[in-house]
């Protein structure tokens, strides 16, 4: 059995576990100490996450992190699919792009990587992610049992849950507003190589798929090719 890739019908990977949420509990109290960050952009490259964790610079980009209060590494990743579109949209200072975004609510699916971190961790990200100083714990009860909150207009300043793994939330960030409603800009080629990076080190998806599946969304569409794209990927 195969999978398809979103958006390219034509393309397939071969089986391998992906994992699959369940639906957030309706019942409280809801477990809050690890969550796992769901990343769909640039952190799903394991480099590119240890400058959010452990503070530091990022290849290509023009930005220096502080890094988390706590600078674990993760206790593990595991690739996972969400329900909706990955699109590119607004401009990067650091990336000189278009950023990725996660639009929950648009008809599709999203490869990721979650991260299981503490709560904490899980903060001082968020904080980083809205050029804030790390430092206050987020509150995450409403989006644990809303599934969403908007915490500022702002690009990443809208949490999501789309489900639970293993018990435990699964967190995001992305912007108010949804993939129809801003104008879609494309990415740079660093920030496609950090998403391309990120997805191949799950060990789900092959080099083919990956391609074809960050060359279909949104914003990048029309301007990246397949080609490109395993292009960057054989570079990294």
């Not at 979103?6 to 393309?11: E, I, L, N, T, V």
């Not at 706590?70 to 579109?85: F, H, M, Q, T």
Request: glycine fraction near 10%.
């Amino acid at each position: 059995m195969s999978t398809e890739t979103p958006g390219d019908p034509s393309a397939t990977v071969d089986p391998s576990p992906v994992h699959r949420l369940t639906a957030v509990p309706s019942a409280l109290p809801l477990p809050a100490g690890r969550v796992w960050y769901a990343s769909y952009g640039s952190n799903m490259d394991d480099g590119r996450l240890r400058c959010y964790l452990a503070g530091g610079r990022p290849a290509g980009s023009a930005r220096t992190h502080p890094g988390c209060r706590d600078r674990s590494a993760p206790e593990r990743s595991v690739p996972i699919e969400l329900p909706g579109v990955l699109y590119f949209a607004t401009e990067s200072a650091a990336w000189t792009g278009g950023r990725g975004f996660y639009d929950p609510a648009a008809e599709g699916r999203v490869w990721a990587r979650a991260h299981l971190i503490s709560a904490q961790q899980f903060s001082d990200i968020a904080a980083q992610e809205m050029y804030r100083l790390p430092g206050p714990d987020l509150d995450l009860t409403t989006v644990l049992v809303e599934g969403r909150e908007v915490l500022g207009p702002g690009r990443y300043e809208t949490l999501v849950c789309p489900g639970f793994l293993d018990g435990l939330p699964v967190v995001t960030l992305t912007a108010p507003w949804r993939c129809a409603e801003v104008e879609w800009n494309r990415p740079s080629a660093a920030y496609l190589k950090h998403l391309a990076t990120g997805l191949r080190s799950a060990g789900t998806w092959d080099t083919a798929a990956i391609a074809g599946y960050l060359a279909h969304a949104p914003g990048a569409a029309g301007f990246w090719t397949p080609d490109d794209i395993r292009t960057l990927l054989e570079s990294a």
